[in-house]
Structures are given as C-alpha cells and as structure tokens.
C-alpha cells in the first residue's frame, strides 16, 4: 500500500533553474510532511518541513507548497546548483505514530553546470 | 562524533546465515528508528523504540526479524536465517522527540546488508 506517491523519479535541471518534485498523499490523518535529501552512501537528511496549517514554507532556496484540499505538497529548489544533486523523498506522519515516517519512493535530482 | 552511527557499514552473508546489524544513536535521543531501503526505493518502517520499549514493531517482514534495546541506548537489528531478498541498506534514525509528537529524524549512514 503506498500511501505516498512521489513524482518524478528523475529529474534533470540546468544550473540555475528551477527543480520541482510533487508527492501526493492518501492519509488525511498526517500531520507533519517533511522532505529528505540523501547523497550516494549517506542517510537521508532533513531539508524543510511543513504542517498543514500553512500552505508554503520558505527556507532559502527551497520552498514547500502544500494544498491541503488536494492532498498534494510539492518542494522546489530556486537557483538550482550541481551540489543539489541527490535524492528527494518526500515523507508523511501522523502525531498518534510518533515520528514514523512513510516515504514516498523518491527523485534523482541532476543539475547540470 | 555527533551523529548517529551504524556498523558494520557492509555486510556479505550466505543465504541461511544470521546477521546483526548495530546502532549508535545520538546520546539522549529517546526515540530510535530501524528502516529498510532497497535499491533506487525510499526507506520503509520497520520498528521503533521508545526508550528500552519496542511501541511498534508492524514493519518488520517476517519473525526472521528481531529488534531491541535493552538499556535505551544502542539497538541491534537481527536476522536470522537471512534470503536474497533481504539484500538493502539498514538506515537507523533517532529523536529526541517521544511518541505522540512529530519532528525530525536523524538518520545514520545504514548498514549495507548482501545476502548471496
């Protein structure tokens, strides 16, 4: 069962440009949706949060939209550069399981210089 | 160090052999986490502890797997018995945060398990 679908499974930008990864989710009862970054060999990192009593959250170069109706949040990287180059998962979890997480199935980001 | 720490980083078994997998996590981090990733997927729940105590241990595939934590601090993951299909990377993450809260998780390097 994937409660989380994550959207596309690769993705190539220019330096630069704009990344955009969308996840769409089917358990109304999460409340916390954060986004991971994972290089080659390491574990997954967090990168920004979001809880649904705000539709988008800005932290540098990247930013949450969420919508709340829709059951969809997306992440995008502004001023994409080479050494974004990773994996993005998208995630969700609900208060009443702690912070288990469920991923979505993840995003080869390749930025290109 | 700071972080949370996994060993061994890599690990061959034959099939049929039992291995144990090792997990460090940040000092006083309540909450620990074991997770499964296989290839080009994005990790999935196997258990979790608060403290000493397993809360949920749903994710785990089969009674082949067993977890715990006996003092509150370092966890070991076993498997017994292990199958090919038990080939992934074994993340463990930490928090200081308790059950019935939601924050970040702090995930180590994982334990890259080959089953042949």
């Known amino acids: 069962q994937q409660q989380v679908k994550q959207s596309p499974q690769s993705l190539i930008v220019q330096k630069g440009g704009i990344s955009i990864i969308n996840c769409a989710y089917e358990n109304t009862a999460f409340d916390y949706f954060p986004w991971y970054q994972q290089f080659p060999g390491k574990g997954p990192a967090l990168l920004i949060a979001i809880r649904p009593d705000v539709s988008e959250k800005k932290e540098g170069r990247f930013t949450i939209s969420f919508n709340k109706s829709a059951k969809q949040f997306s992440l995008h990287i502004m001023d994409s550069q080479p050494g974004d180059s990773a994996t993005y998962f998208c995630a969700a979890s609900k208060e009443t399981s702690g912070s288990r997480l469920t991923f979505g199935e993840g995003t080869q980001l390749t930025v290109n210089p | 160090g700071a972080g949370v720490s996994q060993s061994p980083r890599y690990k061959v078994a034959k099939r049929g052999q039992d291995v144990a997998l090792r997990c460090d996590p940040i000092s006083g981090h309540v909450s620990l986490f074991w997770y499964q990733q296989a290839l080009g997927q994005g990790p999935e729940f196997l258990t979790y502890?608060?403290?000493?105590?397993?809360?949920?241990k749903s994710g785990l595939p089969s009674d082949r797997f067993f977890a715990e934590r006996p003092e509150g601090s370092v966890s070991t993951l076993k498997i017994q018995r292990t199958q090919q299909e038990d080939s992934a990377v074994y993340l463990c993450?930490?928090?200081?945060?308790?059950?019935?809260?939601?924050?970040?998780?702090?995930f180590g390097e994982g334990s890259r398990l080959t089953v042949l």
């Open positions: 502890f608060q403290n000493e105590a397993q809360l949920d």
């Open positions: 993450a930490s928090s200081p945060r308790r059950v019935r809260s939601t924050g970040e998780l702090f």
